[in-house]
């Protein structure tokens, strides 16, 4: 891998990680205390949810489980990268440690500085979970790391 591509994964990384967090501020003055903001009424809802658990809500109130187990999974992720020969670094590869790692840090700051995470994106049309863009990132990259797994490029 290049230094450019290292710098510009870098760059992604640092760019989803505040994009995540200054949603998350913007949640918080926005609408906390409120009903929400309808965009989509029926669709697609902005609700304030402060989430102590893991996905759903699940093992709530485990918030060091958590921190411990987001700095290992990012150490292996990282290790992993670090001994893939640079030949089978994908893109896909690359891009998925990159966005698991941005929503990992962005879940992880709100753990430790507010012993919550925040949660803010409501699908109301099929009543899913409430999200923020950390979850994002980490799913997408979830599934790039599985495709790149199963199916590795040429």
């Not at 697609?44 to 290992?72: C, D, H, K, S």
């Not at 670094?89 to 891009?95: F, G, Q, Y």
């Not at 790692?101 to 995470?117: E, H, P, S």
Request: charged share 15%; proline share 3%; hydrophobic share 60%.
């Amino acid at each position: 891998m290049t230094a450019g591509a290292a710098v510009a994964e870098l760059l992604s990384l640092l760019v989803l990680y505040a994009a995540d967090q200054l949603s998350k501020l913007a949640a918080i003055r926005c609408l906390a205390g409120t009903d929400g903001l309808r965009l989509l009424p029926g669709v697609f809802e902005l609700q304030y949810v402060e989430n102590r658990g893991a996905a759903f809500g699940m093992l709530e109130g485990r918030r060091w489980l958590f921190i411990l187990f987001t700095l290992a999974v990012t150490a292996a992720l990282a290790w992993y990268l670090r001994k893939t020969p640079a030949e089978h670094r994908s893109l896909r590869l690359r891009a998925g440690v990159v966005l698991v790692a941005a929503g990992a840090f962005g879940n992880l700051t709100d753990r430790i500085l507010r012993g919550f995470v925040v949660d803010f994106l409501y699908v109301a049309l099929i009543d899913f979970p409430v999200f923020n863009l950390a979850d994002i990132c980490i799913c997408v990259g979830l599934a790039l790391l599985l495709w790149d797994a199963l199916i590795p490029a040429d």
